[in-house]
């Protein structure tokens, strides 16, 4: 029988533009294709240190397994690593359709003063977004402007800090940075608190929310999901994401 091919890992080459090579890490995800069989191919701790998604990332690109979101975001910071001029952070996203809520995410990227997304979904316009957004809040409002077209209410939208180019790092990925609750604030708010965030994010002055005063941070997150359970609504959603 016919071994199926398996998809070269992206190389970058100094004659590559920026945009260029993220359409070759996003051209190499899509051919990995997204997992829909409802199995998790490969586990991703989101509490885990960045060297050890690392490690998950080249199992990736050893086993090339079909992935869903979680996993492209992992296999995105992978593939970038090493290319100083990108800033890569996670956008997770919780959207509420027909009586049930479903959670998302994708790596939000930073360069040359423009904003965009690698990413994976069962939706083509709810993953990759190229590298031409003005502001962080324009490329939010894509977004959610795409999830309408699915007939999705975005609920909260959670930004994480800026990941780390060193793939030894033992310091975890910062998920969940800013937390807005969309659906109860007026775009003009949603706007100049993502731009805040924003500039903050560009002059790295932001610390991971474990390093704040627990009295600053615990107010805003009381709605989330307990920590244990995080895991099984990723998982699920991104098997749904968007049906």
Not at 128 to 140: E, M, N
Not at 154 to 167: A, D, M, S
Request: charged share 25%.
């Amino acid at each position: 029988c016919v071994q199926p091919s398996v998809p070269p890992v992206p190389n970058y080459k100094l004659s590559m533009s920026i945009p260029e090579w993220l359409q070759a890490i996003q051209t190499y995800m899509k051919m990995l294709q997204y997992n829909h069989t409802g199995t998790q191919f490969f586990e991703i701790r989101k509490s885990r240190p960045l060297s050890g998604l690392m490690e998950t990332a080249r199992e990736m690109t050893r086993e090339s397994l079909p992935i869903k979101c979680l996993e492209a975001v992992i296999l995105g910071i992978y593939l970038t690593n090493g290319q100083p001029s990108v800033e890569r952070f996670p956008i997770s996203f919780k959207t509420h359709f027909s009586g049930n809520y479903f959670h998302h995410v994708v790596l939000g990227i930073y360069c040359n003063g423009r904003y965009g997304s690698l990413g994976m979904s069962r939706r083509s316009d709810l993953m990759d977004k190229p590298l031409t957004y003005r502001t962080l809040s324009d490329l939010i409002f894509e977004f959610e402007d795409s999830y309408k077209k699915y007939l999705h209410s975005v609920k909260k939208v959670k930004i994480g800090l800026y990941v780390p180019h060193e793939p030894h790092s033992f310091q975890p990925i910062e998920w969940k940075q800013l937390v807005l609750n969309v659906s109860k604030m007026m775009r003009t708010d949603v706007r100049k608190e993502l731009e805040k965030f924003a500039r903050d994010m560009r002059m790295k002055i932001l610390k991971p929310s474990s390093a704040h005063s627990p009295m600053k941070e615990r107010p805003r997150g009381k709605s989330l999901s307990p920590r244990r359970r995080q895991g099984s609504p990723q998982r699920r959603a991104c098997r749904r994401d968007k049906s």
